[in-house]
């Protein structure tokens, strides 16, 4: 039964989001290309607890997977991503949400699942191209008010946490124009 959620889940990523145009490559292959040519790189899986620093070079990139690492922050030097489309940190070891990500004001997608944050920045706002926040099994309890302000967000994936009915029901008033996944509500106080 979790396979074919698995498998649905994944289906509706495709389906909501496309395929790129453009090939992801590893870092390895990145490496040996002109910093102009690259749109996708991805470190998923490499144990990464840092950046290398000549990835900040590749300014053209629009997808950037840096998932399943041990992150743990990320440096300033991330605004150099002015073209950066989407974001995927899933899974990594961040205590606290990474600022820096609010510098990337061109984000339609942001993948930050499975982490240990348990608030979102009162200043998320920043993201207004974001139309896509995962932050599924990432124990936030509560939004901030300014995510209101974001109005091309479409979906909000949040399973993985249980929240009150009461919980549920006023966020999903309030950002109406969203479609926010919840797990069924717990029994919990608000």
Request: hydrophobic letters at 45%; one cysteine or more; a neutral charge.
């Amino acid at each position: 039964m979790k396979l074919f959620v698995v498998i649905i889940y994944l289906f509706q990523i495709y389906n909501f989001f496309g395929q790129s145009n453009f090939k992801i490559y590893s870092w390895e292959e990145a490496k040996k290309l002109g910093i102009d040519t690259v749109y996708g790189i991805s470190f998923e899986k490499q144990k990464l607890d840092s950046l290398p620093i000549d990835l900040f070079k590749f300014t053209q990139l629009k997808t950037l997977n840096l998932g399943k690492n041990k992150l743990q922050h990320l440096p300033k030097l991330m605004v150099n991503f002015k073209n950066l489309e989407e974001l995927n940190l899933e899974k990594n070891n961040f205590d606290i949400f990474p600022i820096e990500i609010l510098q990337i004001t061109t984000l339609k997608i942001l993948i930050i699942n499975r982490n240990n944050f348990s608030t979102l920045p009162d200043s998320i706002d920043l993201l207004q191209s974001l139309e896509f926040l995962d932050i599924y099994a990432t124990p936030i309890m509560n939004f901030p008010e300014n995510i209101m302000n974001l109005k091309s967000l479409k979906k909000i994936d949040a399973r993985g946490i249980s929240h009150s009915n009461n919980f549920q029901t006023n966020w999903k008033d309030r950002l109406y124009w969203v479609h926010i996944i919840f797990d069924l509500p717990c029994n919990c106080a608000d």
